[in-house]
């Protein structure tokens, strides 16, 4: 059992890393290739990408790829339908707000952060799906408010990025595509689900692309590095090892507090790759935004321990 925990730990801690580098990715596109046609190519490669570790999964499972049961195959299509148009929504947003901050800000840093502050908005918004949220969310709102102040807000409203709104509204839309995803993870295949919102993310981008942008076949393969990472590594390889490390996870809030680490790994990268160093305010603020990621995902079990053994 020990083995399994420090493989589920390694696993999860190595997509953290992916997706992490993965902001670095989108900000060396963002000046070159346009968002919607940046997703476009990202997620119909990581949809395919997918079907062969769909295929692996299923034959482990002993199940055919193909669903036999026609309610499943139209439960898994609406599915994938409803959490692909809320993944295009986040995704395309979080390109859109990458693309707008200036040269030489730290936009891995702030980005990075920013969505991932999506881990406090779902129970925020399961509020609306009568679940509460409990204490240590309560928490982890105000420290985020705070770690957002020093990150953005230091130097007053004139030192926030456009960027920064826009990616937090990203943050958002990621929320209600995690909530969408919670609903139906449970009746339909994971995989197969995460391939196909890709699909559908995939066609409403290329759709958007041809409506709004002028693809530039030149910059798009001068960027083929950046998007394959995005399309295999971030997407594929990185949603493979969620998927093993959580299923040997016997701590489902470690499992979430080291996938979170990929805002750490976002600013590491900003600075590794990019050179573009935060601000010691914006220290601060990533590190306050930090503990309230983590903060927010502490079971509640833990509150009540202690209060039954302070009692």
């Known amino acids: 059992m020990r083995k399994k925990q420090v493989l589920s730990s390694a696993l999860l801690l190595t997509a953290a890393i992916i997706w992490g580098f993965a902001f670095v990715a989108q900000e060396k ?5 346009p968002p919607f046609t940046v997703n476009t190519i990202r997620s119909l490669i990581a949809s ?43 995704v395309n947003l979080q390109q859109f707000g990458i693309s707008l901050y200036p040269a030489g800000a730290p936009a891995s840093a702030h980005s990075g952060f920013l969505t991932a502050l999506y881990i406090i908005f779902v129970p925020l918004f399961g509020l609306f799906l009568h679940k ?35 990616v937090l509204i990203c943050a958002m839309a990621f929320a209600v595509q995690i909530l969408c995803v919670d609903r139906y993870i449970g009746e339909v295949d994971g995989v197969k689900l995460s391939s196909l919102q890709f699909l559908v993310t995939g066609i409403l981008s290329a759709i958007l692309m041809l409506i709004f942008e002028k693809p530039d076949i ?62 010691p305010n914006e220290w601060i603020g990533c590190g306050i935004m930090l503990a309230a990621i983590i903060i927010a995902q502490l079971p509640q079990e833990l509150l009540k321990r202690s209060v039954r053994k302070e009692s």
């Open 29 to 33: 596109l963002s000046d070159t290739v």
């Open 48 to 90: 395919v990408a997918l079907i062969p570790v769909a295929a692996v999964t299923r034959h482990i499972k002993g199940k055919p790829l193909r669903e036999d049961n026609p309610a499943d195959r139209k439960k898994l299509i609406k599915a994938g339908m409803i959490c692909g148009v809320m993944l295009c929504v986040s």
């Open 132 to 166: 509460k949220p409990g204490l240590f969310v309560g928490i982890a709102v105000v420290l985020a408010v705070i770690g957002l102040y020093f990150l953005c807000l230091y130097d007053g409203f004139g030192a926030l990025y456009t960027g920064d709104i826009v």
């Open 218 to 279: 030149p910059a798009i393969l001068a960027g083929w590095a950046p998007l394959l990472y995005l399309s295999i590594c971030s997407s594929g390889v990185g949603y493979t090892l969620q998927i093993i490390g959580q299923q040997y996870a016997s701590n489902p809030s470690l499992a979430s507090i080291l996938m979170s680490m990929e805002s750490v790994f976002a600013v590491l990268g900003g600075v590794i790759f990019l050179h573009a160093v935060p601000k």
